[in-house]
């Protein structure tokens, strides 16, 4: 892995995941504001670890993958956010079957202070410069009004929901097309 951040912007570094940062993973997640919408289920360490070997075989296979966030010059990781291949399984008409798909966690500390869209922006940039300008969709819970803003300052449109069997919130499905 890298030894360095692949990006930073003016208060964050991104990094590829790196061995042992599921325990900081761990920890931004067991933050239950930080885990409100994020289906509502615990997050265990294991939880984590799957996580991040998700994110880093997304790195493996195509080249691309979600950005562990650090503030520049920290340790703590603070987010989770960037590009990574889905296959969602709600069936080819809503198209997050092998999508590449948009997503970003942050420390609820850091809420209300433009961070997700700095990363995202950063993350976005890099991905149309290195991959070519594609569709990407995210999907939001509902109710996440928060992220349902900064989907929509990212060039992000509605294009439908799904309702997840056992679930109270629809998924708000978004996408943003290729040019």
Known sequence: MTAQPVLTTERFE???PRAGDHHGIHAMLADSETSRYLGGM???ESDAFARVLRNAGSWALYGYGTFVIRGKGQDRIVGNC???RSHRGFGADLGFDDAIEAGWI????LWGQGAAQ????????????THGRQRIACMIEQGNAASVRVAER???A???QHCREGQDAALLLYERVGR
């Open 154 to 156: 990212l060039g992000f």
């Open 42 to 44: 615990a997050q265990s």
């Open 106 to 109: 942050i420390h609820h500390d």
């Open 14 to 16: 991104l990094w590829q």
């Open 82 to 84: 960037g590009l990574f």
């Open 158 to 160: 509605q294009t439908g």
């Open 118 to 129: 700095e990363i995202m922006r950063a993350a976005l940039a890099w991905f149309d410069e």
